[in-house]
């Protein structure tokens, strides 16, 4: 019984092709753009992750605090100090690394070729907080920190600009006024999730970038890498008491410091991206309802053309129950084809975004399974008035319809 109605659907379906086609268009459209915005949407939210993540895993950034410009804050401006970085390191039993930095944008020169790059001061546990390792070459030892020596490690952009595919490792450039001798070449980490190309850089000990480069012993970052397992949350409060009892500020006063949560940030950042897909897609689904009016539409004036053969089944014993079913089943094959169509072009055009927007393509089964399942709940919602209505037809009223 419901294959002869499924062949019957079919049927009138290709009886009337292009009509057919304007009628799922609606459908078509509604669930491409439903299915394309989502998977774009999954696949920004999972860009931002990574390239957050990117940043350091279990990473935690401390920053000497600045006053407001408007004067409502009442703490004293104090930048961070080996003091701070001495009493982390000393009280934090959670970190598996602590590391102090000083970084400046400078003109870094090689032969006749020269680049702005970031140019960063630190110690050997940077590497560690910011799980970033070297592609070629070692990365500088503790007594080349603890020395000053002018050995630096540089990113891959760095690397290219000035050596191309070439081998840099005992090459020497120049960073600002300093001589500094290449001693590897650091992992690609790409652009952060904020803009920044994490590769235009060069990292050197931190005594020699404060001799050499800065001309003080100002420290502009702490990193806090919390150990596996570790809630950062948690090493964000001992960080926050460590500090406050570093600086002696008293039980009322403001932090002259700021501590941020990179962990936090990712998945603010993530919740965003989350919660505009979510928006863009219920936009889109708009057009299903659309659709789904195409449908009634159709499915009206077809009840209205085959009347008289509604009339003669009537005539000769089907039931209501079977005029209900027939053209319940034609609206829903008419708006599942269109939600298959509008899948297959969906993903088309999420794939192709994600190209060229270079971010991960991230279909989800989930969202294709009720994307099909709702275009077909489309289609029996919008199509059972025009199924009822040709069942309750009056067979006599029917047969004299021209």
Sequence with gaps: MIWETVRLALRSVRRNVLRSFLTLLGIVIGVAA????????????????????????????????????????????????????????????????????????????????????????TDTEY???????????????????????????????????????????????????????VIGVLQTKGFSGFGQDQDNTVIMPLAAYQRRIAGDRDIDTIYVAARDGVATARVQENIETIMRETRRIAPDGEDNFSVRDMTQIADAMASATTTMTGMLGAVAGVSLLVGGIGIMNIMLVSVTERTREIGIRLAIGAHEKHILIQFLVEATVLSLFGGLIGIAFGL??????????????????????????FSALIGMVFGFFPALRGARLDPIDALRHE
């Design 34 to 121: 439903v299915i394309a915005m989502i998977t774009i949407g999954s696949g920004t939210t999972e860009k931002v992750k990574t390239d957050i993540s990117k940043l350091g895993s279990n990473l935690l950034v401390v920053r000497a605090a600045r006053p407001d410009r408007s004067g409502s804050t009442s703490f004293t401006a104090r930048q961070l100090d080996d003091k701070d970085v001495a009493g982390l390191a000393k009280g934090l039993d959670d970190a598996k690394a602590v590391s102090a930095a000083a970084q400046k944008t400078v003109r870094v020169v090689y032969g006749a070729e020269n680049v702005a790059a970031d140019v960063t001061g």
């Design 348 to 373: 088309g055009l999420a794939a192709a975004a994600s190209y060229s927007l270079s971010i991960p393509f991230a279909p989800s089964l989930a969202v294709v399974l009720l994307a099909v399942g």
């Design 127 to 181: 590497f560690t907080a910011r799980d970033w390792g070297v592609a070629e070459g070692r990365l500088f030892t503790e007594s080349e920190v603890r020395s000053g020596t002018n050995v630096c490690v540089i990113g891959e952009t760095v690397r290219q600009q000035f050596f191309g595919a070439g081998d840099p490792d005992g090459q020497s450039i120049r960073v600002n006024r300093m001589s500094c001798k």
